[in-house]
């Protein structure tokens, strides 16, 4: 097999006799034995739908009175991952398919050789499914029904606050070229595409909702060669190439995002009292009319009586203007003209009101959001059970956390110098394995040693600790996983916001990340020159409150090709972590735009 090419083997078919439990529900309804003879065959209706509806098989002119197996005709699939002789960097050059029978249940015909049963179609690879009788030797009956297992999608919740998880649920994907990869769209910007290779058709994976109240609208689409196909319906029919799918129509749903609560802080600092508004100038209105109208009352009285009079009318205006001033300070702080930001830990509400006064911005309280999606692993290890040997604890570790290496097995007392493996070269001239001095250690008296260090920021991906020329089966082995981080969770528009990476790996499929800001792909970044470590910039925009920050896989190239470009959109984010070809993790962060 060229290497360079899409790999599609497809093994000879077996026979399942396990049938999945749960997955069937039949109910057998003999014809009647006064019926004519019929011309064998078995049709399903309807002949396409999604997984977990109801069909009917029917069969005739089968053998009377016998019990039949109904199996269908089924795949699985995987990643072809591999070098050339050209690019000796791992990539993924296709993918390899098996098919085999899977058995659904068994009927029984009645003596005109007919039978009829009900089946809840079983989760698989999206495609065209032929489903067949067979005899309890294993022979199978022809002819044979054909049934089209179409793709299907369910997105929850609807509705919720800004920073909301999505969670989308995919079933009936296919691994043939138009159909391996299905793209999310956000109100019309593209987020990424997801996969099911790994879960034979069904997948499923989280994002969020980002933007302002309102409704928003979400679409999924099939793609070749990415982002989207935004027309399938008009495309080339599957009879042309086992290659393509029949087209389905693209999936539409919308999400609300709702206001959130918020609970209204006061001002840091008072608002002073304000005369210009008509709250002051009624008092300021008041208190002169009573000075007046005093003065007035003052002067008609007999001189040995105004001194008193005088004293208690001044007391008694001085009292209205405290009173008064503090009707006003009351009214100006309420009737502030700031614009006032207020954020709960998990959302963002903005409220306003408007006057003539000011008031300062009071503190926001806000919990930044920062969770990883990590497929689940596994490290090969040294099996060497005796002699030199090293062993590291644990096996998966991120830049910077403390690992423990164990020795054993070599001359006691000895000064051994340790090396750190790492991979030197280019995606294009390949990579080459070479080992950095480390430190030097000295064994006990039992021949044995124990250390604590910090994982050296590096490529992500295996690396060996060794002594000497160990081999691979007995050095330690440590896996370096990615790690990001935020440099500011908030700030006004047009902060800067850096992620920063350490454990971007060296091959075709590990050295590139993809990076969306509000569920808007906005390019990519590779690791392969800088040893792992990748900073992106990012200007933060948009309206205050939350916004979403994503990292997400990717492959960075691959065959180019016509057949093979079907099978990974390059460069594009791979919203599916545990269907990439090397398992790599998705990051999700969220931002405070503040006032």
């Not at 492959?555 to 470009?565: C, E, L, R």
């Amino acid at each position: 097999m060229n290497p360079t090419r899409w790999s599609r083997q497809r093994p000879r078919a077996f026979v399942s006799v396990a049938a999945g439990s749960g997955l069937l529900c039949f109910l057998l309804m003999a014809a009647p034995s006064s019926a004519a003879a019929a011309s064998a065959g078995i049709t399903v209706s309807p002949n396409a739908a999604i997984v977990g509806a109801s069909i009917t098989v029917t069969g005739t002119g089968l053998p009377a009175s016998t019990g039949l197996t109904l199996q269908w005709a089924a795949s699985n699939a995987t990643w072809v991952v591999g070098g050339t002789t050209t690019t000796p960097t791992p990539q993924v050059t296709g993918i390899k398919i098996g098919t085999f029978q899977r058995t659904l249940g068994t009927v029984q015909t009645n003596s005109t050789g007919s039978f009829t049963a009900k089946i809840t179609v079983p989760a698989d690879f999206g495609a065209q499914h032929f489903i067949q009788a067979f005899l309890a030797n294993g022979t199978a009956l022809a002819p044979k029904a054909t049934f089209t297992l179409e793709p299907s999608f369910k997105i929850s919740p609807t509705s919720g606050p800004a920073g909301t998880p999505l969670l989308v649920q995919a079933s009936g994907l296919s691994d043939s070229l138009y159909s391996t990869s299905y793209h999310l769209y956000w109100d019309n910007q593209y987020v990424g595409y997801m996969t099911a290779l790994s879960g034979t058709g069904s997948t499923n994976f989280t994002f969020y909702a980002s933007g302002t109240p309102g409704t928003h609208y979400i679409a999924i689409y099939q793609g070749y060669p990415g982002p989207a196909y935004l027309n399938p319906q008009q495309g080339p029919p599957a009879s042309e190439t086992q290659s393509v799918f029949a087209p389905y129509i693209p999936y539409f749903t919308n999400f609300t995002i709702t206001p959130e609560n918020f609970t209204p802080q006061s001002s840091s600092t008072p608002a002073s009292f304000n005369v210009s508004g008509p709250a002051g100038l009624g008092a300021l209105a008041s208190v002169a009319v009573l000075a007046l109208s005093g003065a007035f009352f003052v002067s008609r009285q007999e001189p040995e009586r105004r001194r008193a009079i005088s004293t208690a009318l001044a007391a008694g205006v001085v009292v209205l203007l405290i009173v008064f001033a503090g009707a006003g300070y009351a009214i100006g702080t309420m009737s502030s003209s700031s614009h006032t930001t207020t954020i709960t830990s998990t959302s963002t509400v903005v409220s306003s009101a408007s006057s003539s006064s000011s008031v300062s911005v009071p503190t926001v309280a806000f919990a930044p959001v920062a969770t990883v999606d990590r497929p689940q692993i596994t490290v090969p290890v040294n099996t060497a059970t005796s002699g030199p040997r090293i062993s590291v604890t644990p096996t998966i570790a991120s830049v910077g956390d403390n690992i423990t290496v164990n020795g054993q097995g070599f001359t006691p007392n000895a000064q051994l110098p340790l090396v750190w493996t790492t991979r030197q070269g280019s995606n294009l001239a390949g990579y080459t394995l070479v080992s950095k001095a480390l430190r030097t250690v000295a064994a006990g008296s039992d021949g044995s040693f124990t250390i604590t260090m910090k994982v050296p920021p590096d490529l992500g991906g295996i690396h060996y600790i060794a002594i000497g020329n160990l081999t691979q089966h007995s050095n330690g082995t440590l896996f370096i996983q990615r790690s990001a981080t935020l440099s500011t969770t908030q700030g006004p528009r047009g902060t800067v916001i850096q992620v920063v990476m350490h454990g971007v790996g060296w091959d075709f499929n590990t050295n590139i990340v993809a990076v969306d800001y509000d569920n808007s792909y906005i390019g990519y970044a590779c690791g392969f020159n800088s040893g792992g470590n990748v900073t992106v910039s990012i200007v933060a925009s948009g309206a205050p409150g939350i916004h979403t920050i994503d990292v997400y896989p990717s492959v960075w190239w691959g065959p180019s090709n016509f057949a093979s470009q079907g099978v990974v959109e390059y460069r594009y984010p791979i919203l599916t972590p545990q269907d990439h070809p090397e398992l790599m993790p998705s990051f999700h962060f969220t931002f405070l735009m503040t006032s």
